[in-house]
């Protein structure tokens, strides 16, 4: 087992239609608005930026986010990580009800020399924290397509 190796899946049921949801995801810049633990996005260009991650365990993640796909048709957003984080992540929205099932994928090999040192005991740990991290980014989504106030 490679112990610097993640692969995370959420899924999401929303109360808003996929269009609306997908527009909401699309703009990432806007994830500290509503993610308490996306800290900064900082836009380098059209396609890319970078962004600082926190969550419970204290320490920051910093990644430059290329998008590698945005398909509304499809209702795909998908962007590249390097940095503290290398690998993939995405959104594949689809109708569900009245509503959206957005599923959430990441793969990634975590690059932070601090991580890697500790990633068999912290391992739990870790995992822990990005559950936390999508709860929240769940629950900040939802205030946001109920028209709620951003965090």
């Keep these: 087992m490679d112990w ?12 808003a239609a996929p269009d609306t949801v997908f527009g909401v995801l699309e703009r990432a810049g806007e994830y500290p608005d509503w993610w308490p633990q996306v ?8 396609r890319g930026g970078t962004a ?7 320490y920051d993640l910093f990644v430059h986010a290329r998008a590698s796909r945005s398909d ?8 590249a990580m390097t940095g503290d984080l290398e690998g993939w992540a995405r959104w594949t929205l689809s109708a569900r ?15 932070k020399p601090l991580l890697r040192r500790f990633a068999v ?4 740990f870790f995992l822990a924290n990005h ?16 028209g709620g106030h951003t965090v």
């Design 4 to 15: 610097h190796h993640y692969r995370f899946r959420s899924v999401w049921d929303l109360d």
């Design 39 to 46: 800290r900064e996005v900082t836009p380098v260009d059209e």
């Design 52 to 58: 600082r991650f926190r969550s419970v365990i204290p």
């Design 72 to 79: 509304p048709r499809a209702r795909v957003l998908e962007i």
């Design 97 to 111: 009800g009245g509503g959206t099932r957005a599923l959430y994928e990441q793969e990634v090999v975590v690059n």
């Design 121 to 124: 005991p912290g391992r739990p």
């Design 131 to 146: 559950a936390l991290m999508m709860r929240a980014g769940r629950r900040g989504l939802r205030k946001v397509l109920a």
